[in-house]
């Protein structure tokens, strides 16, 4: 694997406004965000899978779309390679966009129902003005399996099964060549029967292709199958970060130490430590004091309750976020 970093994320932040009441506006003058992404940064690397792993509401799928730029960021930057995308022009972004694709989670919802499978993949190289469409679709659906390619070329998204949908979206993605894609959840609508093949032909298509992978997923059993490291998002913060064996082995604080506790072990005998976390994730919009994680914290201390942890390496390829173990 080559080390060199292909993307990287600086401060990263996305705050939404809520509409508040008329006089809180007017006269007290208050305006609430939701703080969906509330400064992160990270980098992956060239022929990388980075995992990002956390609850809904987390901001994961969030800061997949602003590395693509698909929505604006509040603050913060985002290189693909040396060039900041937060300051490209429409012909820069245009351009981007042949590197950097998407993989969205619901294959349901992620084609275009009017458009037949050849018309849909053949888009983007329309878009681009490229030439060979036809040898360029059929190949496409050779790399993600759909046999024999030409049976599938003027069928309708209506006319197939839910794994056959999500290849047919990585079909697309992939069509352009890309460097980069953000997959966002891929296969959590999918049937578990099914999962591990496409979680394969990814891994195929980054063997072949040099692809760099950002994985969006609340799964940490896939994200271990297929992350070279994981960082686990919590209410818009990373709080910790690793490779993916080191997390799994030893997670450090305490959210990621319940997030794997929580995953099944396919074993009646096996014994796992059980480690509950009260509650349901608070609102973005009014954040607690101090840690974010500390009215669910099992091991919370007085300082979290005023002092927000920073994201500091406890060791080679491992950080976290925890005045606990960083204390």
Not at 43 to 48: L, Q, V, Y
Not at 209 to 221: C, E, K, M, N, P
Not at 230 to 255: C, F, Q, R, S, W
Not at 259 to 287: F, H, M, N
Request: with cysteine; hydrophobic share 35%; proline share 6%.
């Amino acid at each position: 694997m080559s080390y060199e970093t292909l993307v990287k994320v600086q401060n990263l932040q996305k705050w939404f406004p809520v509409r508040t009441g008329l006089i809180e506006e007017l006269v007290f003058k208050k305006k609430k965000y939701v703080k969906a992404v509330d400064g992160i940064t990270f980098d992956i690397k060239k022929r990388e899978i980075f995992g990002l792993v956390g609850e809904s509401g987390s901001g994961k799928t969030t800061s997949g779309r602003l590395l693509l730029n698909l929505i604006k960021p509040t603050g913060g930057k985002v290189y693909f390679g040396d060039q900041d995308i937060t300051k490209f022009n429409k012909k820069e972004l245009k351009n981007y966009r042949k590197k950097a694709q998407i993989i969205f989670q619901n294959p349901y919802e992620s084609l275009d129902p009017k458009m037949t499978i050849f018309d849909f993949i053949a888009e983007p190289l329309h878009v681009h003005n490229i030439e060979n469409v036809e040898e360029r679709v059929y190949e496409s659906l050779k790399t993600v399996e759909l046999n024999p390619p030409e049976e599938f070329f003027m069928r309708y998204p209506h006319e197939l099964s839910g794994g056959q949908r999500q290849r047919v979206a990585i079909a697309r993605a992939s069509v352009l060549d890309p460097e980069f894609i953000v997959a966002d959840e891929p296969v959590s609508m999918l049937d578990v029967s099914i999962r591990s093949s496409l979680l394969k032909l990814m891994l195929n298509i980054r063997r072949d292709r040099g692809i760099s992978y950002l994985y969006v997923t609340h799964d940490l059993a896939t994200a271990r199958e297929v992350c070279n490291r994981i960082a686990v998002m919590y209410l818009g913060k990373i709080v910790e970060e690793a490779t993916t064996d080191k997390l799994l082995e030893n997670p450090l604080h305490p959210y990621s130490q319940a997030l794997i506790a929580a995953v099944p072990v396919p074993d009646p005998e096996a014994r796992k430590s059980r480690v509950t976390i009260s509650g349901e994730i608070p609102s973005p919009i009014d954040l607690p004091s101090g840690c974010r994680f500390r009215p669910r914290c099992p091991h919370a201390i007085d300082i979290c309750k005023n002092v927000e942890p920073e994201l500091i390496s406890v060791d080679d390829d491992h950080k976290v976020a925890c005045n606990l173990v960083n204390s």
